[in-house]
């Protein structure tokens, strides 16, 4: 398979993407602690099901501005703000739960290989798909089955 030429709709979608992984980023910081375990089960849900969708959607580029985007939007909130405030406490199990499991599973789409998000070419051709009409009505023991 040829490598995805990087087009204007590539840089599109892995700015989508990027933007997506903002998104998730700060909300999965936001709400990992919110009702203990199920903030960070959720959480960290979200980040395996939105890197799987980045990485479907548009291959490595669309996966890598997800991955960015994460990153950055998780390491910006867990730094101290302007009073000493933090989001992400060193201290706490349920913050370092946080961020190695937002990176673990971010890794996962990175790792599975590339034939579970392609799509095999229909084969126009293929006799057993040859005059098939799948919204046409079929018979089940000679009674017209409309579906």
Do not use: Y
Request: with cysteine; glycine share 14%; net charge neutral.
């Amino acid at each position: 398979m040829q490598p995805q030429p990087l087009t204007v709709a590539a840089f599109g979608r892995a700015a989508g993407a990027f933007a997506l992984g903002l998104g998730v980023g700060a909300l999965g910081t936001v709400m990992h602690r919110a009702v203990p375990p199920w903030g960070l089960v959720l959480s960290l849900a979200l980040v395996l099901v939105a890197a799987l969708t980045s990485r479907a959607w548009g291959r490595w580029p669309t996966f890598v501005g997800f991955a960015g985007g994460l990153f950055l939007a998780v390491q910006t909130l867990t730094s101290g703000g302007p009073g000493g405030d933090v989001l992400v406490p060193g201290t706490d199990a349920w913050g370092w739960g946080w961020v190695l499991g937002a990176i673990a599973l971010c890794a996962v789409p990175a790792v599975l290989p590339r034939r579970l998000f392609v799509d095999p070419p229909v084969d126009a051709a293929d006799p057993a798909t040859v005059g098939t009409d799948p919204a046409a009505p079929t018979t089940a023991g000679g009674a017209l089955d409309e579906r």
